[in-house]
């Protein structure tokens, strides 16, 4: 089986799942709340805000650990996590048959079973994003190799894919609750989960074992450690470097520290110190064997213990207090703990955030979580304005269906835009398309106030460039950021882009009356505009002007054609 057969069939599982868990489960919460949006506000907004508080931490761990692991782990938290939250929404399901819904919340069962399903959906959701970006971000780059024009199509039939769920399993879902109720279909997203589990694992694993190349991850440190210098020196440090590597039976270790790690422990100069001052004291010995054997092994050892004395002691001259300097470390590491940039979540976002800014491919992902803010997107915010203003639910069904049919359109494009024109130049052409159709449906249905299906078909037609940019910016990322920082770089745009969904839920209760939702478009028409702008930015840096000269020679041609 190929490779391409098997991620496609993964991100199918993968997609489907996520697409029927995330529209089932605000449809469900309301079939048992019919009198609030709150559990479903309460609910959506905790789980968004955990994968942006997150974001960076599960990041790091895509750029450090081993690429199988990772994938595993989060595949099996996001699936058994999807299918007990669907058992606890089950329970309450029942409860509410036995309680009054105004008993509700006055009963502790109810919370008992309320904040499981929080906390489990925000640790399904944190390892759905972690999943996404490990796959997208770093897997497919390794399977394609170094072919541009086959990762472009690669990104094109994940989203195309991904669309196709889009559609169906809401469609599907909305089948089986009408056929079988809503308990039996709360079960049937649980048995969905735990049964599709297993070959997506499968799936996962064969694409790991199959592709030499996965199995490997560029890392940077000493070639060589010696576990017995390294007691001496400081005794933890030898429990610590065995959590991130396999040691050989001879006790020493090769490549196993990623960039970080091996900043992380300060180790830098001293085995550089010990491997220098090991081959230099070898060397001397043996020439000065040849000479004068007894006097010179004298001197080096002399030099030997001198040498000795520099490396025991990190960043200190002085050994005849080894032990105290260690012990002042070991409590100043403890004291700090709970704030160090490598174990706190809070410090490891804020740090990933800082490194996300001054990486050069910011501007470009910032344009693309700009795309988040916005309420024309067929979402529930517009959905609700469209029932509001008395559109046909089938109108509504067929308009929505057609969001992902445009975006598949635009998959189809893109590879052809990118091939004749450049990725730079196909994203900024994408952007100012999309928000150009933007600006005339906000003019002609909310400042001429044209029939709604101006409205609707400009929205659908700037799906296409929504999704050919979406490509575009995903293979920036791919090529732009390198392997040891892929997965905190993109960890922490997924993390802005729901950290941007809140914001947009979060404008939906500032601005709550339909009336104003004219407000609401304005400023998504603004965010995708900021987008066009900060992208145009970056394309235009000296560096990738050169990447323009493809679309200025296609702009050349199609003048003589006309």
Not at 447 to 462: A, D, G, N, Q, R
Request: with cysteine.
């Amino acid at each position: 089986m190929k490779w391409e057969l098997k991620l496609y069939s993964q991100q199918f599982f993968s997609a489907w799942g996520d697409r029927m868990w995330n529209f089932a489960v605000p449809m469900i919460l309301m079939e048992i709340f019919e009198t609030t949006f709150l559990p479903s506000s309460a609910y959506e907004l905790v789980t968004h805000l955990s994968v942006f508080i997150l974001s960076a931490s599960f990041g790091r761990l895509i750029d450090r650990k081993n690429r199988l692991k990772i994938a595993t782990y989060a595949l099996w938290i996001q699936n058994l996590g999807v299918a007990i939250c669907s058992i606890f929404l089950y329970l309450i399901a029942d409860l509410k048959m036995t309680t009054k819904a105004e008993d509700l919340p006055k009963s502790g069962k109810f919370w008992g079973l309320s904040i499981p399903i929080v906390i489990i959906g925000s640790l399904s959701r944190i390892t759905s994003s972690m999943l996404k970006v490990a796959i997208e971000k770093d897997w497919v780059l390794v399977l394609v190799g170094n072919n541009e024009e086959k990762l472009t199509l690669t990104n094109a039939w994940i989203r195309r894919i991904e669309l196709s769920c889009a559609v169906t399993s809401p469609v599907f879902f909305t089948v089986v609750l009408d056929q079988w109720g809503m308990k039996a279909s709360i079960l049937f997203i649980a048995i969905w989960n735990v049964v599709s589990l297993f070959p997506e694992w499968i799936l996962v694993r064969m694409m790991y074992f199959s592709t030499p190349d996965l199995k490997i991850k560029k890392k940077v440190g000493p070639k060589k450690v010696d576990l017995k210098k390294i007691e001496f020196q400081k005794p933890k440090m030898k429990k610590e470097l065995e959590q991130i590597g396999d040691f050989s039976e001879d006790g020493w270790i090769d490549q196993t520290f990623t960039e970080d790690e091996f900043q992380d422990f300060n180790l830098s100069s001293e085995f550089e110190k010990k491997n220098n001052n090991d081959d230099k004291n070898e060397n001397n010995q043996n020439e000065n064997n040849q000479n004068n054997q007894n006097e010179n092994n004298e001197n080096n050892q002399n030099e030997n213990d001198q040498n000795n004395d520099q490396i025991s002691i990190i960043n200190s001259n002085d050994n005849d207090d080894i032990q105290s300097i260690i012990n002042q470390n070991d409590k100043k590491k403890n004291k700090e703990s709970l704030f160090d940039e490598n174990e706190f979540f809070l410090c490891v976002l804020k740090k990933g955030i800082h490194d996300y800014v001054r990486h050069p491919v910011f501007l470009a992902s910032i344009a693309y979580v700009l795309l988040y803010i916005t309420v024309l997107d067929f979402d529930v915010l517009f959905v609700a304005f469209l029932v509001w203003k008395k559109i046909n639910y089938i109108e509504i069904g067929i308009f929505r269906a057609g969001n992902a049919i445009f975006g598949i359109i635009g998959t189809l494009i893109i590879p052809w835009m990118i091939k004749h024109m450049g990725l730079l130049s196909s994203g900024v052409v994408s952007l100012w398309v999309e928000i150009s159709f933007l600006a005339v449906a906000y003019v002609l249905f909310f400042m001429l106030s044209m029939s709604h299906f101006i409205l609707l078909t400009f929205v659908l037609i700037s799906r296409v460039s929504l999704w050919a940019f979406d490509i575009c910016e995903a293979q920036i990322i791919q090529l732009s950021v390198s392997e040891k920082e892929r997965g905190k770089i993109s960890g922490v745009q997924a993390g802005l882009c729901d950290l941007a969904t809140i914001i947009v839920f979060i404008l939906g209760i500032i601005i709550s009356d339909p009336s104003d939702f004219s407000k609401l478009a304005l400023t998504s028409c603004i965010s995708v505009l900021v987008a066009a702008v900060l992208f145009v930015i970056y394309a235009s840096r000296p560096k990738n002007k050169k990447y323009f000269s493809q679309l200025r020679s296609q702009v050349l041609i199609w003048k003589r054609i006309l």
